[in-house]
DNA sequence: GTCACTGCAAAAGGTTTGCAACGGA
DNA sequence: TCCGTTGCAAACCTTTTGCAGTGAC
């Protein structure tokens, strides 16, 4: 049943690709490739953690020729919506986004410096075969993120 | 290493149950139990599905003797950091609250009706133990959360 | 009587929207 | 040229805060 025994762990992001998978996504949508579009993606590839749109809009504003506000959270939602954006919660609350690939990803995130790995494959299968015999519901997906501490962040202090 | 195998349904919330802990709780804090405060308690035991700040504020508008909307804001950060408040994202990105017992639970939410049902031992042992070793991270904590249609809403349209 | 709690109203913060001008393809 | 995109500014919605009065214990 459970094809995908082991959890695949993803190569840190590649931020070449990632900017030239998004560029070409948008090509492929018949998005345009503008100047404040590019402005917000070479932004988001510099960051090592969880970024907020107001975060991004507000560094977009200390260097020259920054996108309007509504630019960037239009941006931000359609990148979100097509899977080269994922939503992190974090685990004290907060929210944010992180650059990835289209997929059915879960995330590692370093609860010190903010680094984020990603894996697939998450062997949930027994877990959710029981939960819904013994329940009745019938489940259709999940949410699953982890929490810790990287291996830099592991000696140093609080 | 796994002591805990199977993953233990919790019957749904008895909210005369929950009320008393919630009382006992604040009791045993030294916090007072005032009549804004019960009011607020009497509506969140009302709702079927996980709710909003805000909404729970308008609920309780509808009523007399409604609340101010920052003892409504204050009691749901209360209860929330102590655990009889748990924050559940829903699969489309909304956020809410539903009452639960303190402890380490996870939840399940009917993507249709909103109904909610929560289980502990969720077995990511081995999981968990790989991504470790694959990573370097130790892992310290986790979300995980399931979404599908409860029994009752299997069979209706979407 | 004391001190935590409350309500109000204002401020703060984040996000969305309407619309005229702009500029990729 | 055409139509998607942009920037602006205002509107909107949610949450937080300060403070004087109130009330639980």
Redesign the pocket.
């Known amino acids: 049943m459970a094809t995908n025994t082991a959890a695949s762990l993803q190569p840190p992001l590649d931020t070449q690709a990632w900017l030239n998978g998004v560029r070409s996504a948008w ?1 492929r949508s ?8 590019l402005r917000v993606i070479e932004t988001i590839v510099s960051y090592h953690a969880p970024f ?3 975060q991004l809009y507000t560094d977009l504003c200390a260097h020259n020729e920054a ?5 960037v ?3 931000i ?1 359609q990148l979100h919506e097509s899977g080269w954006l994922a939503r992190i919660h974090g685990a004290t609350g907060e929210e944010g986004y992180v650059p990835c690939h289209p997929g059915h990803l879960h995330h590692l995130v370093c609860t010190k410096c903010g680094q984020v790995m990603s894996f697939e494959g998450c062997n949930l299968e027994e877990l959710l075969a029981r939960i819904a015999a013994e329940t009745g519901f019938s489940v259709e997906g999940h949410l699953l993120q982890l929490f810790g501490r990287c291996a830099n962040c592991q000696n140093t202090l609080p």
Do not use: N, V
């Open positions: 090509q018949g998005l345009r490739i503008t100047g404040p579009r907020s749109a107001e996108p309007g506000r509504a630019t959270y239009r941006t939602d």
